[in-house]
């Protein structure tokens, strides 16, 4: 009985001490890279754990080493240019770095799997969905091609994509961009990992699917002991899903804890002052956003000291020397000579009051009027030999723009947002209705009209990479309109390039780089330099901070409100970040489906939504309070996103209303006036 007893505690220590160890272990990485200009070390000196069922959160502004170090732990840099030269990476106890390629090989996508940031450089485009989600259960689990299959369309399921049969037969051009990360993180999904490292997952994601999939991720964690690294600008989301947050600064960890309490008493002035720049939708809105000066510094270059003292409101003379991370109480360490005095060594800075917009005046014709937009697709049907079916991609769409007003354009992926901003520019024919811009219809105008008209209206793509010439420097793509429309001399327009770059919060030297050698985050400001460029009276704005970081999208949604306030440009701002829409916004739209479900004023459609796809969609929109979040319950939008080509009779989202009564399916709500200036389509209203 004694030896049994011991082997007993033995075989519960050991248990014990195998789960307090790390699933994977960072230890001093330093990750470098060589350029035409010198050796940029992108990662110094960088180490973190996490625990296995644990999820930690890496977070900071673009550049700062967040992906570089993900990609490192995947052994997934670009050679030669990158290399490690320095450091361990620990997954079971096993340096990954010092591994056989054939074994790296077999762990990536089986044990490991890594969910990139942006879809469209990462699926295939000559292979079909369904080929690219069975490849990983062939080659790792040893399914066969049907069970394969049958698989691929349990996946498409579990991350929201309806028709699942029919959508692994298409190929990635053929999905929206939210859809299209969705097949990403069903990818990851597919081979139940060990490890996931989701780089920006959500980031496509409207809030409803970004509650779905991360609850999802988080049910996996705890059932499966699935490990999240989450890679990640959203503060609302670390607020509710991280256990431990590491934040990353210049190619460093700053500070790293339990996500708890770095949120309720951050140790470094960055995180301090990175916290302060995220709109909320649980507090009044303010004036405009605070942001964090500056600019990051150049890492082939880095200052002595304190990488982060140039920006800091708190630096004193000790800031010159280098500050190691060190431990601060609560599990907690941070890279601060002032961390026991946070927060409270960092001044706030005064809030600016709000660049307001100019009131128009009722009997001024808006800049833009659409008026019973519609949009069809044909498509192919089901079955070979099956006949043409249509997708209603937008149906009776209408909605006004004043001059130097926003109009916030929201709902789910898919629901026709994108489309709806392609037909106002012209991208796309419409099927029927008006788009009056100015008092004109450019919804006839012809090509030559559309090509005078391309200076007033600009656009800012929701996909940075795709939309940049890869052939093209940064300078050469913002110079081109420059020159060629607005025939400006190439000094000046090489001058008119920088200060551009700069007002979206790039350096000058940047021009000389290609859309390869930027991240994510920094190819979206280059986007939004170019849309800039014409100066134009109206721009489309595609998720246009989405890709941002939140401090850098603090810098964009204040730049663009200043620049409506100058210039009286006016906006369509197409968003999932309901926070960013609200900040932003005179006046939102909520689609669903391809039809709008309400439209009110800002202040009064967040205080009182009318429509219950409202009230869905602001409930499922986190906040970066980690008690407020976390003492809620999950909240993602039940069913599925029906298929636009069998939408729903009667009101499209009665399939997955909570209010839905017998008459939802016989009547399709028309969009009438409840209040003065808001407008809801619901018959329960």
Avoid at 103 to 111: H, I, S, V, Y
Avoid at 130 to 152: F, T, Y
């Amino acid at each position: 009985m004694i030896t049994a007893l011991s082997a007993l505690d033995v075989g519960q220590d050991t248990e014990a001490r195998d789960a307090a160890l790390p699933l994977l272990a960072v230890e001093n990485l330093t990750v470098e890279f060589t350029t035409a200009s010198g050796t940029l070390r992108a990662v110094d000196g960088v180490s973190w754990s996490v625990r296995p069922g644990e999820t930690l959160a890496l977070v900071g502004e673009s550049g700062c080493g967040k992906s570089v170090t993900a990609l490192s732990v995947m052994r997934l840099l670009a050679r030669p240019a990158g290399r490690v030269t320095g450091g361990r990476i620990l997954f079971g106890g096993r340096d990954l770095l010092a591994l056989p390629e054939s074994e790296m090989r077999a762990l990536r996508g089986r044990d490991i799997a890594m969910i990139f940031q942006e879809p469209m450089t990462s699926l295939n485009p000559v292979l079909t969905i369904g080929m690219q989600l069975a490849e990983p259960l062939i080659i790792h689990l040893g399914m066969s091609e049907a069970q394969a299959r049958v698989r691929s369309v349990e996946l498409l399921g579990m991350v929201g994509i309806p028709d699942a049969e029919r959508r692994l037969r298409q190929y990635p051009h053929q999905f929206s961009g939210g859809m299209r990360q969705r097949v990403m993180i069903a990818i990851g999904l597919a081979c139940d990992p060990k490890l996931i490292i989701a780089d920006e997952p959500t980031t496509a994601l409207d809030v409803t699917i970004q509650a779905q999939i991360l609850e999802l991720m988080k049910d996996l964690s705890r059932r499966l002991g699935i490990t999240l690294v989450l890679i990640t600008h959203n503060l609302g989301i670390v607020a509710r899903y991280a256990d431990q947050l590491a934040v990353m600064y210049a190619g460093r960890v700053v500070e790293e804890g339990p996500a708890d309490r770095v949120f309720r008493a951050p140790r470094h002035p960055y995180t301090v002052r990175l916290m302060r720049s995220v709109p909320r939708l649980d507090q009044a809105r303010g004036g405009a956003l605070e942001t964090i000066e500056g600019l990051p510094p150049n890492l082939m270059d880095p200052p002595s000291g304190c990488r982060f003292a140039p920006r800091c409101t708190a630096r004193i003379p000790v800031c010159d020397s280098d500050p190691a991370l060190r431990p601060v109480g609560d599990a907690r360490r941070a890279a601060c000579h002032r961390a026991e005095e946070m927060p409270g060594a960092v001044p706030l800075t005064a809030a600016r009051p709000a660049a307001a917009a100019p009131a128009l005046a009722a009997e001024v014709t808006p800049l833009l009027q659409v008026r019973g937009l519609s949009k069809h697709f044909a498509v192919p049907g089901r079955g070979l030999f099956g006949k043409m079916a249509t997708v209603r991609a937008a149906e009776e769409v209408s909605f006004s723009i004043g001059r130097g007003e926003t109009l916030g354009l929201v709902g789910e992926s898919g629901c026709g947002k994108t489309t709806v901003g392609r037909l106002v520019l012209r991208l796309e024919e419409p099927t029927r209705g008006e788009i009056l811009f100015d008092g004109k219809d450019i919804a006839k105008a012809s090509a030559a009209e559309m090509r005078a008209m391309r200076t007033r209206i600009q656009v800012i793509f929701q996909d940075p990479y795709s939309s940049l010439n890869p052939r093209m420097t940064v300078g050469a793509t913002i110079r081109e309109p420059l020159t060629y429309r607005l025939n400006m001399a190439t000094a000046e327009a090489h001058d008119r390039a920088a200060s551009l770059l700069r007002q979206v919060g790039l350096p000058p030297e940047m021009a000389e780089r290609y859309p390869h050698q930027m991240s994510g985050g920094q190819r979206q400001r280059v986007g939004i330099a170019r849309a800039l460029a014409m100066e134009p009276d109206f721009i489309v704005c595609d998720e246009a901070v989405s890709a941002l970081d939140v401090s850098v999208q603090g810098q964009i949604i204040n730049l663009l409100a200043e620049l409506q306030a100058e210039l009286g440009v006016a906006y369509l701002f197409i968003a999932h970040d309901l926070a960013v829409v609200r900040h932003l916004s005179q006046r939102v739209v909520v689609m669903y489906l391809g039809r709008v479900m309400e439209v009110a004023d800002r202040d009064e459609l967040y205080a009182a939504p009318l429509h219950p796809y409202t009230q869905a969609l602001l409930d499922s929109a986190p906040v970066p309070d980690p008690v407020k979040e976390r003492a809620r319950a999950p909240r993602a939008l039940r069913g599925e996103l029906p298929s636009p080509l069998a939408p729903p009779s009667g009101c499209v989202f009665r399939t997955r209303c909570p209010k839905a009564i017998r008459e939802c399916a016989e009547i399709i709500p028309p969009l009438r006036e409840i209040r003065p200036g808001h407008l809801a389509a619901c018959i329960r209203i």
